[in-house]
């Protein structure tokens, strides 16, 4: 019994840990748009990297992790 409320009790701290942590909306942010992303928007484009969000082939990618 004592074993089983330690356990349940480790599986609920660890849930909120999770809960905590794991912000699933800061995502990304496009540096030449500024607006935040869940993915990166970088694609290939006729051989070239572009990115749609600004309309513009670029050399690297723009995106960046977003700063909570």
Not at 23 to 33: E, H, I, K, V, Y
Not at 44 to 50: C, H, I, V
Not at 53 to 61: D, F, M, P, Q
Not at 62 to 67: F, Y
């Amino acid at each position: 019994m004592r074993g089983l409320i330690f356990t349940l009790t480790l599986l609920l701290l660890t849930g909120f840990a999770t809960a905590q942590s794991g912000d699933t909306q800061s995502g990304l942010l496009c540096t030449l748009s500024g607006k935040k992303i869940a993915t990166c928007c970088c694609e290939k484009k006729d051989g070239k990297l572009y990115c749609p969000l600004a309309k513009k082939a670029i050399e690297s990618c723009c995106c960046k992790p977003a700063a909570r």
